[in-house]
């Protein structure tokens, strides 16, 4: 693998694609989107570790979980296998896709492999799975997650971890689901009626869910209520980027973050979006290739990218949920 070496001077791609004035207060105009590490096959789920100041990320198909930090020479395997560890060839996606850092301070994982969602601590001891079947029936390949403040968990199951996608005959659901896993470890469906749910985030009151759906016929971003017992209510379309994949630009609605003010940065067709509370879009993170998911790092201010086989940052004005 071709990894770019730590330098000061990191080399730059894309632009930042300005469509309401209001974005200059969230990304300076003069901003530029830094490649930090690539040569891989599919980079996503990208988290910072508050508490070692560095990044994990997941290189999906190559079942591995990588480490970048500031001044390293190299990003550098940090857990393999990541989301596989059976015997023979599972997939082309068999690694770890989502990943966060829980209250706790254990990294959770999205494994397609072992389908299932994990948490292991990052001192000493090994993985515990918190959920891996919904009424005695295993997941598709876990996606995407997060952690509400409540202690709950939620999660995306779509088939993309599976060797035949959905016409695998390994598949034990019907549904493409969104999941939640109580403080209790009881499994629930909070969302089943989706064709391909991925990224997830809470607005900053928790009161709203966002939901991803990569779905080219209908690639939106959903928003549900959430409820006091932790269910979701009706949702509706937040944004609708279906006319922008129509258009030919690149990727799918994906993985998504927000700031503390509540604008949403969501990958999608055109790199990572950039929408208002109220749904407008504001501007793009253009990266000139299909990109997976993004994450705040280092005091909150700087968006971390997952974009094909880059890991790329984009420093911002603004300041992500969790900082």
């Given at each position: 693998m071709?990894?770019?070496?730590?330098?000061?001077?990191?080399?730059?791609?894309?632009?930042?694609?300005?469509?309401?004035?209001?974005?200059?207060?969230?990304?300076?105009?003069?901003?530029?989107?830094?490649?930090?590490?690539?040569?891989?096959?599919?980079?996503?789920?990208?988290?910072?570790?508050?508490?070692?100041?560095?990044?994990?990320?997941?290189?999906?198909?190559?079942?591995?979980?990588?480490?970048?930090?500031?001044?390293?020479?190299?990003?550098?395997?940090?857990l393999?296998?990541?989301?596989?560890?059976?015997?023979?060839?599972?997939?082309?996606?068999?690694?770890?896709?989502?990943?966060?850092?829980?209250?706790?301070?254990?990294?959770?994982?999205?494994?397609?492999?072992?389908?299932?969602?994990?948490?292991?601590?990052?001192?000493?001891?090994?993985?515990?799975?918190?959920?891996?079947?919904?009424?005695?029936?295993?997941?598709?390949?876990?996606?995407?997650?997060?952690?509400?403040?409540?202690?709950?968990?939620?999660?995306?199951?779509?088939?993309?971890?599976?060797?035949?996608?959905?016409?695998?005959?390994?598949?034990?659901?019907?549904l493409?689901?969104?999941?939640?896993?109580?403080t209790?470890?009881?499994?629930?469906?909070?969302?089943?009626?989706?064709?391909?749910?991925?990224?997830?985030?809470?607005?900053?009151?928790?009161?709203?869910l966002?939901?991803?759906?990569?779905?080219?016929?209908?690639?939106?971003?959903?928003?549900?209520?959430?409820?006091i017992?932790?269910?979701?209510?009706?949702?509706?379309?937040?944004?609708?980027?279906?006319?922008?994949?129509?258009?030919?630009l690149?990727?799918?609605?994906?993985?998504?973050?927000?700031?503390?003010?509540?604008?949403?940065?969501?990958t999608?067709?055109?790199?990572?979006?950039?929408?208002?509370?109220?749904?407008?879009?504001?501007?793009?993170?253009?990266?000139?290739?299909?990109?997976?998911?993004c994450?705040w790092?280092?005091?909150?201010?700087?968006?971390?990218?997952?974009?094909?086989?880059?890991?790329?940052?984009?420093?911002?004005?603004?300041?992500g949920?969790?900082?």
């Open positions: 071709s990894v770019i070496s730590a330098q000061t001077n990191y080399p730059t791609l894309g632009k930042v694609v300005k469509l309401d004035a209001s974005l200059d207060a969230l990304i300076a105009p003069d901003a530029k989107i830094e490649i930090l590490s690539s040569g891989y096959k599919w980079s996503e789920g990208p988290v910072w570790v508050k508490n070692g100041k560095y990044l994990l990320f997941s290189d999906v198909p190559a079942n591995t979980i990588y480490r970048w930090q500031e001044g390293d020479r190299a990003a550098m395997p940090f393999k296998p990541s989301g596989y560890t059976g015997l023979g060839e599972y997939s082309d996606e068999p690694g770890s896709n989502g990943l966060i850092i829980n209250q706790k301070g254990e990294l959770v994982a999205c494994e397609h492999g072992d389908r299932r969602v994990s948490a292991l601590p990052l001192t000493v001891g090994g993985k515990r799975t918190l959920a891996d079947n919904f009424q005695a029936k295993r997941f598709n390949s876990p996606n995407d997650v997060v952690q509400h403040s409540s202690g709950a968990y939620y999660f995306t199951d779509p088939p993309y971890g599976l060797m035949k996608k959905e016409n695998d005959p390994t598949r034990e659901t019907n493409f689901g969104v999941y939640r896993i109580g209790d470890g009881k499994v629930s469906i909070v969302v089943s009626d989706l064709q391909r749910p991925n990224g997830l985030a809470f607005s900053p009151d928790e009161k709203i966002y939901v991803a759906q990569s779905d080219p016929n209908r690639a939106v971003i959903m928003a549900y209520p959430v409820n017992d932790g269910s979701v209510g009706l949702g509706k379309v937040f944004y609708d980027a279906t006319p922008a994949v129509k258009e030919g690149k990727g799918l609605p994906d993985g998504l973050k927000i700031d503390k003010k509540g604008n949403i940065f969501s999608g067709p055109g790199g990572v979006l950039v929408i208002s509370p109220n749904g407008k879009l504001l501007g793009r993170i253009d990266t000139n290739e299909p990109t997976a998911n994450a790092g280092d005091d909150g201010s700087t968006l971390y990218i997952t974009s094909n086989m880059h890991v790329c940052r984009i420093k911002t004005l603004t300041t949920i969790g900082f």
